[in-house]
């Protein structure tokens, strides 16, 4: 059984998505797997439609079986995000991985390469960098220009080329023998104007630039949008303190200081927070992540559990026929379990115990008005 594997969030899925999916499904390989980021997304947002609900439309666009990317690394930097979805893959047998990228002709393997060995010279030049006042990820991308040229630092220009990057570091880390294949993204409205779009109440206007499947999830599904969040964020801030701040993941000497300071801006609107606490060194990707970590709970030490744990089980959220013989293919051997059940089968998830415990608060954060439970969820079975 030859597996592919596609990494995604599909928030929502569009066009370019199943584009992708078709590239994938077209390489003759018996299984295409998604492994899907949950409701909290990468860049610190919400996801527009529930997990269950964009892995449904990704199996009605091709996928057999999407598994679910937690919280632990899906709402964190492209490196966590990448090694626990790197992770998920390796463990399900993947042979390869398809991702994509806005140009497939980059120097993937050597930019990833560098970033894992990381040579005095790029070590020098980064800390250069980050004297000078640069964020990390600029600091990083001059390293690799200085050192690998232009095609080099466009491997961390853009999100998805900087995703494609940390997924090639993340197989070279493990030491994996699964190989990697970039696919050219094609033209597409952005999944962040789409969501734009939505957030304005235009719904027929999103129909054009996504696949019909897709649209139908996101017609009769509850749609979430991040701004809605700013009073669960800002009394987060507010009870907790600057003190907790200090514990919380990627918030570094100081930042806490800024971040608490500028509370009441939050009262107003999340754009507003952002606007007076953002700057250079301080993404508003990464604000907004600290802003949930710290809601969450999810301290500097999660972080570096998270850094170095690999995955020894994922759960289902959509599946089809062939997805099920994936499954009972996976838990037939080796040490890696697919979940179908988390309630039942909670109990026999050992290591990965704290990565559904957060989980599971996660979800209910998500699901706050409505009262659903990850717990009382099922993977949703097509064909």
């Not at 235009?202 to 749609?223: A, C, H, Q, T």
């Amino acid at each position: 059984m030859r597996i592919a594997s596609v990494i995604a969030e599909f928030n929502p899925l569009h066009n370019a998505h199943k584009y992708i999916l078709e590239k994938t499904k077209e390489s003759g390989h018996d299984i295409t797997a998604v492994i899907l980021g949950g409701n909290f997304m990468q860049r610190g947002e919400f996801s527009v439609l529930d997990c269950y609900d964009r892995a449904e439309a990704a199996v009605k666009c091709g996928a057999d079986i999407v598994l679910l990317l937690p919280y632990v690394y899906s709402a964190q930097t492209a490196e966590v995000f990448a090694w626990g979805a790197a992770g998920i893959a390796e463990g399900i047998g993947t042979d390869t991985l398809f991702f994509g990228s806005e140009d497939d002709s980059l120097l993937f393997y050597d930019t990833a390469r560098l970033l894992s060995e990381e040579p005095e010279e790029f070590r020098t030049i980064l800390r250069d960098g980050l004297s000078s006042g640069l964020s990390f990820a600029a600091s990083r991308e001059n390293a690799v220009r200085e050192i690998l040229g232009e095609s080099g630092a466009k491997c961390l220009m853009g999100a998805n080329n900087i995703l494609s990057t940390e997924y090639t570091k993340a197989i070279i880390r493990m030491n994996s023998q699964m190989k990697t294949k970039s696919v050219k993204r094609i033209p597409s409205l952005s999944a962040t104007k789409i969501r734009q779009m939505l957030s304005s109440g235009k719904m027929d206007s999103v129909k054009e630039y996504v696949p019909e499947e897709s649209f139908e999830m996101i017609k009769n599904g509850e749609l979430h949008f991040s701004e809605d969040n700013k009073d669960l964020l800002f009394y987060g801030l507010l009870l907790k303190g600057e003190e907790c701040l200090c514990r919380v993941a990627e918030v570094e000497s100081g930042l806490e200081r800024r971040m608490y300071a500028g509370r009441y801006s939050l009262a107003e609107s999340l754009k507003a927070y952002e606007d007076k606490v953002s700057a250079k060194r301080y993404t508003r990707s990464r604000i907004r992540r600290i802003l949930y970590n710290n809601v969450m709970g999810y301290t500097k030490e999660d972080l570096t559990k998270a850094r170095s744990h690999m995955p020894k089980s994922a759960l289902v959220l959509a599946v089809n026929s062939k997805g099920r013989d994936l499954i009972k293919a996976v838990n037939g051997k080796g040490d890696f379990r697919i979940i179908s059940n988390l309630s039942k089968e909670y109990d026999s998830i050992g290591d990965d115990r704290w990565i559904y415990d957060m989980e599971i608060r996660a979800y209910e954060m998500y699901h706050r008005k409505d009262g659903r439970s990850l717990m009382k969820e099922h993977c949703r079975v097509l064909g």
